[in-house]
């Protein structure tokens, strides 16, 4: 619509454009050449724009990390569980208050979005976690957050937006609600669970604060709790009980910065390698949630 | 008799108590419905209101051993408030949580409006797609993640921000931007920019996007250059939506971040970086003082409710609809 001539103010705006991707392109690969220098080019630092000496050895000793494939094994389970769990519950909720006619709607609608912006704090939530039993169990990397008031408001206004008379028609058939639920309207509502669904599975993966309160087993950390002991407490520990069992890594080529960034890229592998393919969910789902209830 | 007993309709004519009574009926006319939703309220009593109620721990003193209810009040009721108040790393909390959240505000929050109009801006489509996708890209990763890689980019031994200052802009001494107080906060600001502008831009371009192109056109038509069309048809456009953004910030202006500051902030730093949430979490479940804590996180909690729901009255005033 407009000349598309190449004035100097749109040259400074491509190149501030340039430089902000830049800085977040060139921190990761800089990482990433780190985690493939031997020992004396990662200490020596400075920003690594190409691999000047590659090896293995930082992946090799963090690949050969216990804790790192119990970190994988617990985020996985976690994420998996509390993902299909949660988005069920969530949507089963949800449903019932997109019902016009279930009784005294307004005070449950009340009930569950003032828990968005009042809540007992820290120390409450954490003793009622403690007392019934839960610390060092997977159940507390779940149940404390189970249900999000905001995704079952954005979920209650979706299926008020599907029409009634489908649900008519089955009723008039014999079904129940719960089958119209589980059948008629899960199904119609893809677009909305997808949405959901990924934001709490991105959710699961990088969370870390419940592990660091609930969990003291070292067998039930997950991968953000592994790898904030071995980045931020500084705690080689872990990486050395294993140096033992791995004879293959070399110890002259190992550094703690390369097995640091090592560490960070093996941990955040699925987010980056995924990423590209469901960014526009995520966007769409930013969208669908600026709508108001 | 009166005119007004007329109006009632023979369903209102019933005593409201009645009624009352009478709709919890409906439970068990919609039993399946009723049963469908009864793990919502479980799970809402159980994770949400019973901590609720746990926070009268704040008024006592509390012991593990005598539990939530059988500690004895505290004596005065307010014992608990007024020892965090007395305390000076209370008051410095309050300080650096306010000072943290308003300088995000000052810059933090004009950062996405000026990338969308940047965006905007860009007539190659492929060019905007891959530096939407590269800017989204940080969101998705945890502060545990980042604050990993902002440690190593921003060491002062061997960090590439280091040497790059050194090299490319000739600077002498490197700087600690982690372990500084004059340098920490700047670096929480930075940082957060850096995770969180592409992510927070989506929001104003879709508001760009849903302009009328018509309006551009007719003044194109009139001779506006695009400076012209950016700040007389763009921005008044995106106003709306601008200031229920900026209400909804200073709503949420108690949270500094804690997730960000506890991954990035080590005790050199506590002077300029301690913030509210943090001395809650080092008191209450380091330290184990839970009724102290209990106590600060609750003065938190209540500026904050009433903060966000003034906010959100303003911003349903000015919008016609709020954002719930």
């Given at each position: ?6 004035s100097?103010?749109?040259a ?8 902000l991707?830049a800085?977040?392109?060139?921190a ?15 200490t020596?630092?400075?920003l ?6 590659m ?20 985020t ?31 005070f ?6 003032f ?9 409450p ?23 999000s008031?905001?995704?079952m408001?954005?979920?209650?206004n ?10 008519e028609?089955?009723?008039?058939d014999?079904?129940?609600?719960f ?13 909305i669970?997808?949405t959901?669904?990924?934001w ?8 870390w ?22 980045i931020?407490t ?6 050395d ?19 640091k960034?090592a560490c ?17 969910f995520?966007?769409?789902g930013i969208?669908?949630?600026?709508l108001?209830? | ?15 409201p ?13 919609h039993?399946?419905?009723t ?8 799970y809402?009593?159980?994770f949400?209101y ?5 926070i009268?721990?704040?008024?006592k003193?509390?012991k ?31 300080t ?7 300088l ?6 004009p950062?996405p ?8 801006e ?16 940080p ?13 190593q980019?921003?060491s ?23 372990g500084?107080?004059r ?5 929480l ?16 371009l879709a ?20 400076l ?13 939506t601008i ?7 200073v ?8 997730d ?9 730093v506590?002077q ?28 938190k909690?209540v ?16 919008s ?5």
């Amino acid at each position: 619509m407009i000349a598309k001539r190449f004035s100097a103010g749109k040259a400074v705006i491509y190149f501030l454009l340039v430089l902000l991707s830049a800085s977040i392109v060139l921190a990761f690969w800089h990482l990433l050449n780190l985690s493939l220098s031997p020992s004396h080019i990662a200490t020596k630092g400075g920003l690594l724009l190409y691999p000047r000496e590659m090896t293995l050895d930082n992946y090799a000793r963090v690949i050969g990390n216990r804790y790192i494939w119990l970190g994988y094994k617990n985020t996985l389970i976690r994420t998996a569980i509390g993902t299909v769990t949660q988005l069920f519950f969530t949507a089963m909720g949800a449903y019932v208050l997109s019902k016009r006619f279930f009784p005294h709607r307004t005070f449950w609608t009340f009930f569950i979005v003032f828990t968005m912006f009042f809540s007992g704090g820290l120390i409450p939530s954490y003793l009622v976690v403690k007392n019934l039993g839960l610390l060092d169990t997977y159940a507390s990397m779940i149940l404390p957050g189970f249900i999000s008031a905001y995704n079952m408001v954005i979920m209650r206004n979706y299926f008020q937006s599907l029409p009634e008379e489908i649900e008519e028609s089955c009723l008039i058939d014999g079904a129940g609600r719960f089958r119209i639920f589980t059948q008629i309207i899960l199904p119609l509502s893809k677009p909305i669970l997808a949405t959901v669904a990924l934001w709490l599975a991105v959710g699961h993966w990088n969370s870390w604060f419940d592990v660091l309160i609930y969990i003291s087993d070292d067998t039930k950390f997950t991968l953000q709790i592994v790898l904030r002991r071995i980045i931020i407490t500084g705690s080689k520990e872990i990486l050395d009980t294993s140096a033992a069992a791995n004879a293959a890594a070399n110890e002259a080529t190992v550094s703690s910065e390369g097995l640091k960034a090592a560490c960070i890229f093996v941990t955040t592998l699925p987010i980056l390698c995924g990423y590209p393919f469901v960014q526009k969910f995520f966007v769409k789902g930013i969208m669908i949630g600026s709508l108001k209830g | 008799m009166s005119a007004s007993d007329f109006r009632i309709g023979p369903r209102n004519r019933q005593n409201p108590l009645l009624r009352f009574l009478r709709s919890f009926v409906g439970y068990k006319r919609h039993l399946t419905l009723t049963l469908m939703f009864l793990p919502v309220v479980v799970y809402f009593v159980t994770f949400k209101y019973v901590p609720m109620g746990g926070i009268i721990i704040a008024f006592k003193d509390y012991k593990i051993k005598q539990g939530i209810l059988g500690s004895a009040w505290s004596q005065p009721l307010f014992a608990n408030f007024i020892k965090a108040f007395n305390t000076p790393t209370f008051a410095r909390s309050v300080t650096n949580t306010l000072a943290i959240s308003g300088l995000k505000l000052l810059f933090g929050f004009p950062a996405p409006i000026i990338l969308a109009l940047m965006l905007n801006e860009v007539v190659h489509e492929r060019f905007k797609k891959a530096i939407q996708t590269i800017t989204y890209l940080p969101h998705f990763l945890s502060w545990v993640v980042l604050a990993g890689m902002f440690q190593q980019l921003l060491s002062p031994n061997n960090g590439a921000v280091n040497a790059v200052l050194q090299r490319v802009f000739r600077m002498k001494d490197s700087i600690y931007f982690l372990g500084d107080n004059r340098y920490f906060r700047g670096t929480l600001i930075v940082t957060d920019i850096w995770k969180n502008v592409g992510w927070s831009s989506i929001l104003y371009l879709a508001t760009i996007a849903g302009i009328d192109p018509m309006l551009y056109e007719a003044a194109t038509v009139d001779g506006a250059t695009r400076l012209q069309c950016t700040r007389h048809i763009t921005l008044p456009s995106l106003a709306p939506t601008i200031v229920v953004m900026l209400i909804l910030s200073v709503g949420s202006i108690m949270d500094a971040g804690f997730d960000q500051v506890f991954n990035l902030y080590n005790t050199a730093v506590y002077q300029t970086g301690d913030i509210i949430d943090t001395y809650v979490y080092r008191y209450g479940l380091g330290d184990m003082k839970y009724s102290l804590a209990t106590a600060v996180g609750l003065f938190k909690n209540v500026i904050a409710f009433v903060l966000v729901v003034v906010t959100n009255m303003i911003a349903k005033r000015i919008s016609g609809s709020g954002i719930w």
